[in-house]
């Protein structure tokens, strides 16, 4: 079993003697290069160990080389994020800031951080398009030498090629730094070394509209005399395979890579070099013949390059770059962390399966092999085929994988210690199959090495019970392996789209996990950019492939994931840029629905997909689905200050749960079709009378009973289950279905040795082996939703209905189940919450830490309120420590920021 803890770890807070300001953010990163906004947002943390802290006001100053650009004077406001106020900034410039927060007691704590800006004007693009010169060589490749193809397809894959530039600086350099993109994957080289760390770039976005270009500083790199700038160009999202769309060429974007880089060098002097991309850099192949995100790579070491990066080199052969113009019209500044490899894992076994080496990292992860490569001989051929799972006779398992090959293959080119990894592939996968290897392969041979988009980690759960660690621990792997540039449905076969109903029901799972909005800021553009005339929301996004658009709980991430951006994060910016898409797209279900019950215009309408045996009515999940957004639409509408619309998108809402209600809803309080997630959508979207409601929670009930307590619930009710039976007082049952190992429940794939969370209940079972592999992915994160009640409801991490950032917390731990303690922690916009509880002998314990500026609502369970002490005194003796309510089960108080540990009895 892997931990969580191994890799991924959530950074703890200085620990620091009075208020102190920490984790300074620009546009919402740590210290960002090339920013794309002159109007930036700016952010920090807060930390102190003095009970009632707060931040009594701050002031930000902007410099520019020392030279003062902006001063926010001393405010008193409480925004998490403050916008810079002063003349816009200036483009490609590097800023410094300095923050003073004044504490309650007057006191005043400094920090500094930097950041860069982009490149703003389209006239200082210097680069133009670059790319292989296709009129005067063959436009494709030949076939390259992988056998075994699942399609003929992937010989017209064009092969990645090498671009190089040299030139002199003949003057000392204070400053370089390069902006670079592509049509394609890049990597970029300056003098023989690898610039930055980033994979996978420039990231996939909807290139017909959105591209982005990443900065990167390399100083370091340069010197005077000759230098050198070069890349790897791949195909990637760009014109390789994307989804399953089987013609002869994905070709979703464009047909060839392309490359566009401009360094800037700024003298000491003051004066500048520009070296950009046109007809003046070379190119050829090289020893990476092939690459491709679904398919694999191949890597020829016979063909490599030697010190091809390098100044000195003879590039005399290498052919003339071809110029395709300088269209930069799709260019935006990278605003979200970049994927990169997170964490290595060393192989935990390696087994002898006929021909083949099985190699097992103990773990499924999104990434890829590291491989040593001992005693070849020049020629040997190597394969590595990846998979999720074994066979029963422990042959490596790909049926599920479609026609994604998942196939990489290294040619040697003899000697002593070589190595191959590639780097313009990504493979879902916990075993490798590995034939062709010289010799002996040891399990020192093989890293597995997990990629993914960094998003900095937010949270951490951990609790007595083993089997949900696990839990937590495959949700956690199923968010990695899923979040790469986009967050996808899955990273193993010929899919990984950007499903829109998986990405909104496993937000606020992810948000407690990791600091993600960047991430999902960035794919609400292509969001917006993909809504159709008509205002209707693709099923995936980037929009490519599928066709369909508007389905229920599919096209409503455009409400769905803005607003809970801005609930968790308090960023009004996402409110307005998401505005007109959310008005769009509920006007597009209403006007094709004139009695608010949402039957026109569903297109894929998937219902409650992947559910277990039963059917939820697609017209209640679709009409639930209607209200919610209508909900978060008027919501939005409220933070912005629309009153007008606010009123009418509120109204509208209320008629549509109205309607719900009478067109579903029978005397008894039963909701058409009588399923869990027929109960759990209106319960959980408050769309039922409270005469209803109780009823609803009794109907609900009665069907887990009824069923020996199992769910039947797919994506659209999983994430509600646990929480809404927690809410109407039946915590009991939500732990027995957390803790519940007959299928279908989360347990019993972890009782077959699942180490992510799988695409379907019934993935494996015992009766029939492996699920239908037209659609059977063992690494899907929505059935992984229940990620946000292990967070919120058991560690007992949250915020109040009407709050937004986590200022108003709620603190409500659910002792229960078979945990005897449990503890979490969470990083709010404004700084660390964490919880620790356990049950011992009847007593309960309960440390919490509250951050600046914020106060919580506790809630300690416990038969007998006057038991209820903190630090050993009871609450009357605590100053600052109000009682609001000391009812039969639970005693609950208002605190202010501070560390507090309560202890009750009766429990
Ligand atoms: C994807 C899902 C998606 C669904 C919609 C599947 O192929 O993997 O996660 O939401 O299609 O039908």
């Known amino acids: 079993?892997?931990?969580?803890?191994?890799?991924?770890?959530?950074?703890?807070?200085?620990?620091?003697?009075?208020?102190?300001?920490?984790?300074?953010?620009?546009?919402?990163?740590?210290?960002?290069?090339?920013?794309?906004?002159?109007?930036?947002?700016?952010?920090?943390?807060?930390?102190?160990?003095?009970?009632?802290?707060?931040?009594?006001?701050?002031?930000?100053?902007?410099?520019?080389?020392?030279?003062?650009?902006?001063?926010?004077?001393?405010?008193?406001?409480?925004?998490?994020?403050?916008?810079?106020?002063?003349?816009?900034?200036?483009?490609?410039?590097?800023?410094?800031?300095?923050?003073?927060?004044?504490?309650?007691?007057?006191?005043?704590?400094?920090?500094?951080?930097?950041?860069?800006?982009?490149?703003?004007?389209?006239?200082?693009?210097?680069?133009?398009?670059?790319?292989?010169?296709?009129?005067?060589?063959?436009?494709?490749?030949?076939?390259?030498?992988?056998?075994?193809?699942?399609?003929?397809?992937?010989?017209?894959?064009?092969?990645?090629?090498?671009?190089?530039?040299?030139?002199?600086?003949?003057?000392?350099?204070?400053?370089?730094?390069?902006?670079?993109?592509?049509?394609?994957?890049?990597?970029?080289?300056?003098?023989?070394?690898?610039?930055?760390?980033?994979?996978?770039?420039?990231?996939?976005?909807?290139?017909?509209?959105?591209?982005?270009?990443?900065?990167?500083?390399?100083?370091?790199?340069?010197?005077?005399?000759?230098?050198?700038?070069?890349?790897?160009?791949?195909?990637?999202?760009?014109?390789?395979?994307?989804?399953?769309?089987?013609?002869?060429?994905?070709?979703?974007?464009?047909?060839?890579?392309?490359?566009?880089?401009?360094?800037?060098?700024?003298?000491?002097?003051?004066?500048?070099?520009?070296?950009?991309?046109?007809?003046?850099?070379?190119?050829?192949?090289?020893?990476?013949?092939?690459?491709?995100?679904?398919?694999?790579?191949?890597?020829?070491?016979?063909?490599e390059l030697g010190d091809w990066s390098s100044p000195g080199y003879d590039a005399a052969a290498w052919a003339p770059a071809g110029d395709v113009g300088a269209d930069i019209s799709t260019l935006i500044a990278a605003s979200t962390e970049p994927v990169?490899?997170?964490?290595?894992?060393?192989?935990?076994?390696?087994?002898?399966?006929?021909?083949?080496?099985?190699?097992?990292?103990?773990?499924?992860?999104?990434?890829?092999?590291?491989?040593?490569?001992?005693?070849?001989?020049?020629?040997?051929?190597?394969?590595?085929?990846?998979?999720?799972?074994?066979?029963?006779?422990?042959?490596?398992?790909?049926?599920?994988?479609?026609?994604?090959?998942?196939?990489?293959?290294?040619?040697?080119?003899?000697?002593?210690?070589?190595?191959?990894?590639?780097?313009?592939?990504?493979?879902g996968f916990r075993y490798v199959e590995i034939d062709g290897y010289p010799g002996e392969l040891t399990t020192a041979d093989v890293t597995g090495r997990a990629l993914h988009s960094d998003t900095p980690v937010a949270g951490r759960f951990e609790c007595s019970d083993a089997g949900v660690n696990q839990l937590l621990s495959n949700i956690r792997w199923g968010q990695r392996g899923n979040f790469v540039s986009v967050p996808t449905d899955c990273p193993q076969r010929d899919e990984r789209l950007g499903w829109t109903a998986d990405a909104q029901i496993f937000l606020p799972t992810a948000a407690y996990q990791a600091d993600v909005l960047t991430f999902f800021e960035n794919w609400m553009g292509d969001l917006a950019v993909a809504q159709t005339d008509e205002g209707a929301i693709p099923d995936v996004i980037p929009h490519v492939i599928t066709g369909r658009h508007g389905t229920p709980a599919w096209a409503d991430a455009a409400t769905i994931v803005p607003w809970t951006l801005y609930r968790t994060y308090g960023d009004e910016r996402v409110l307005k840029q998401a505005w007109p898409t959310m008005r769009r797209w509920v006007d597009y279900v209403r006007q094709a629905n004139p009695d608010l019950i949402w039957r026109n215009r569903t297109s894929g309408h998937y219902g409650d997909w992947l559910q277990v045996g039963v059917r939820t009515d697609r017209d209640v999940l679709a009409t639930a689905y209607f209200a919610r957004s209508a909900e978060f639409t008027a919501a939005a509408a409220r933070v912005l200050g629309l009153d007008d619309e606010a009123k009418r998108y509120g109204e509208l809402r209320d008629r549509i749960a109205a309607a719900f209600v009478r067109e579903f809803v029978d005397a008894e309080g039963k909701v058409r079709g009588d399923t869990q997630t027929g109960y759990l959508l209106p319960l959980a979207f408050g769309l039922l009378p409270e005469e209803h409601e109780q009823a609803a929670v009794k109907h609900l009930v009665a069907d887990l009973e009824q069923r020996g307590r199992s769910l039947t619930t797919g994506f659209a009710g999983v994430a509600l289950l646990c929480p809404i039976l927690t809410k109407y007082g039946h915590s009991e049952l939500a732990y027995e279905l957390l803790h519940d190992d007959r299928y279908p429940s989360w347990g019993y794939s972890i009782r077959h040795g699942a180490t992510t969370i799988w695409e379907r209940w019934d993935g494996w079972t015992e009766e029939s082996g492996f699920g239908p592999v037209a659609m059977n992915s063992f690494n899907h994160y929505s059935l992984g939703s229940v990620g946000e009640w292990l967070y919120g409801g058991v560690a007992g991490i949250d915020q109040a209905v009407d709050s937004v950032a986590f200022r108003q917390l709620v603190i409500r731990p659910r002792p229960g189940g078979r945990l005897t303690w449990a503890e979490g922690a969470y990083d709010t916009p404004t700084g660390r919450v964490s919880t620790r509880w356990e049950v011992n002998d009847g007593k309960f314990a309960l440390e919490v830490v509250i951050p600046p500026g914020t106060t919580a609502t506790v809630h300690v369970p416990t038969s007998d309120p006057e038991s209820v002490q903190e630090s050993k005194r009871p609450l009357a003796e605590q100053d600052g420590i109000e009682v609001l309510e000391s009812a039969d089960r639970a005693l609950v108080c208002r605190v202010p920021s501070g560390s507090y540990s309560f202890t009750a009895a009766g429990v």
């Not at 620091?16 to 300001?21: I, Q």
């Not at 490899?341 to 080496?357: C, F, K, M, S």
């Not at 026609?403 to 493979?427: K, L, M, N, Q, R």
Request: hydrophobic residues 35%.
């Open 340 to 427: 990169r490899v997170t964490e290595d894992l060393p192989a935990l076994e390696v087994t002898r399966n006929g021909d083949h080496y099985i190699v097992d990292l103990g773990q499924n992860i999104a990434g890829r092999v590291r491989l040593r490569v001992r005693g070849a001989a020049a020629g040997d051929r190597i394969r590595l085929r990846h998979g999720e799972m074994l066979e029963s006779d422990g042959s490596l398992y790909t049926a599920n994988l479609r026609t994604a090959d998942a196939t990489d293959y290294y040619v040697s080119a003899g000697g002593e210690g070589e190595f191959f990894e590639p780097i313009f592939t990504v493979h």
């Open 1 to 303: 079993m892997t931990s969580e803890a191994t890799g991924w770890p959530l950074t703890d807070p200085p620990s620091v003697p009075a208020l102190t300001p920490y984790d300074l953010r620009c546009e919402h990163r740590v210290e960002p290069l090339g920013i794309g906004t002159d109007r930036p947002r700016f952010s920090w943390r807060l930390a102190s160990p003095v009970r009632g802290d707060r931040q009594d006001a701050f002031r930000l100053r902007l410099e520019r080389d020392g030279v003062k650009v902006w001063d926010s004077g001393w405010r008193t406001d409480q925004r998490t994020y403050v916008d810079h106020g002063g003349a816009p900034l200036t483009s490609q410039t590097d800023y410094m800031w300095r923050l003073e927060v004044r504490d309650a007691a007057g006191k005043v704590c400094e920090a500094s951080a930097t950041f860069a800006t982009g490149i703003f004007h389209p006239e200082e693009w210097q680069a133009r398009w670059i790319e292989h010169d296709y009129e005067t060589d063959p436009y494709f490749e030949p076939p390259v030498d992988r056998d075994e193809p699942r399609t003929v397809r992937q010989a017209t894959i064009a092969a990645p090629r090498y671009y190089r530039r040299s030139f002199d600086l003949t003057k000392p350099i204070r400053r370089a730094r390069v902006y670079a993109t592509a049509h394609g994957l890049y990597q970029l080289q300056a003098n023989g070394r690898r610039v930055g760390n980033d994979e996978l770039t420039p990231g996939w976005t909807d290139y017909r509209y959105r591209l982005a270009y990443q900065t990167y500083d390399v100083t370091d790199l340069l010197q005077e005399g000759e230098n050198v700038v070069a890349a790897v160009l791949g195909e990637g999202w760009w014109s390789g395979y994307v989804g399953w769309d089987t013609r002869s060429h994905a070709h979703h974007y464009g047909k060839k890579p392309q490359l566009l880089a401009q360094l800037v060098v700024d003298h000491t002097d003051g004066s500048q070099t520009v070296i950009a991309t046109d007809s003046s850099w070379v190119e050829r192949t090289g020893p990476l013949r092939f690459a491709d995100l679904l398919m694999g790579e191949s890597y020829d070491a016979r063909l």
